[in-house]
């Protein structure tokens, strides 16, 4: 079936700088692809929602200009968290819709996000 | 405000031991409920897809139920690999686009 592939799985990095978050589609071409943050033990937050060639659809709340999303194929999102904070340490899914709008979404594994 | 509660928060069971997960709702106007499965570290994983009242779905040891105000995961004589933490989530139209609302999910151990 459709595999979504999320790159890197764990990213530690300092205050202050950028870090880019890859997700890729293997077997399918991804209509859609979203991006979801998690807290421990808590719920996923969609962030944003991206279809190719367009400018992401940001949820309430997200800025922007800290978290960039370039959709710029069918098999390729990128989330660019920038001038990365303490705070902004969670974990980070992508998924991605392959077909109708009620198909189900398929989750990358996460990445691990840790500003120091 | 559309709103999806799980529970319980945690549940432990022996092996054998079957038991039953709940996802409440309050939506608007509810386009398919969605039960995925996570394990720590890890993305959710599919399982299954409820889109009306009465509507079952059946994998192995798992099977979802859907009623117009709940969904229901019935896990039947569990295994220890079934522990993780399974979510349910509601697509919803908001903004003039679908949405997936997720619960904050039930984690399930299962000791031998």
């Known amino acids: 079936g459709a595999v979504v592939s999320q790159h890197p799985s764990r990213v530690i990095c300092k205050s202050g700088t950028s870090v880019k978050i890859e997700c890729r589609s293997l077997?399918?071409?991804?209509?859609?692809m979203f991006w979801y943050r998690q807290f421990p033990k808590q719920s996923l937050m969609l962030m944003a929602t991206s279809n190719e060639g367009s400018k992401a659809t940001y949820e309430q709340g997200v800025e922007k200009d800290k978290f960039l999303i370039n959709h710029a194929s069918l098999t390729l999102s990128t989330l660019t968290v920038t001038s990365a904070h303490p705070e902004d340490s969670s974990f980070y899914i992508c998924?991605?819709?392959?077909?109708?709008?009620?198909?189900?979404?398929?989750f990358g594994n996460g990445t691990r996000l840790t500003v120091t | 405000e559309d709103q999806v509660t799980q529970s319980p928060e945690a549940l432990r069971l022996q092996e054998g031991e079957s038991s039953s997960l709940n996802c409440s709702y309050t939506v608007s106007g509810l386009r398919g409920l969605f039960w995925y499965r996570q394990d720590p570290g890890k993305g959710p994983e599919f399982l299954f897809t409820l889109y009306s009242a009465g509507e079952e779905k059946e994998k192995e040891r798992l099977k979802a139920t859907l009623t117009k105000k709940e969904s229901f995961l019935h896990i039947t004589a569990p295994k220890p690999e079934d522990s993780a933490t399974y979510l349910c989530a509601v697509r919803v139209l908001m903004d003039s686009s679908y949405k997936l609302i997720f619960g904050s999910g039930t984690r399930l151990l299962v000791r031998p």
């Open positions: 998924s991605a819709r392959f077909g109708r709008d009620n198909s189900p979404l398929h």
């Open positions: 077997d399918f071409q991804a209509t859609t």
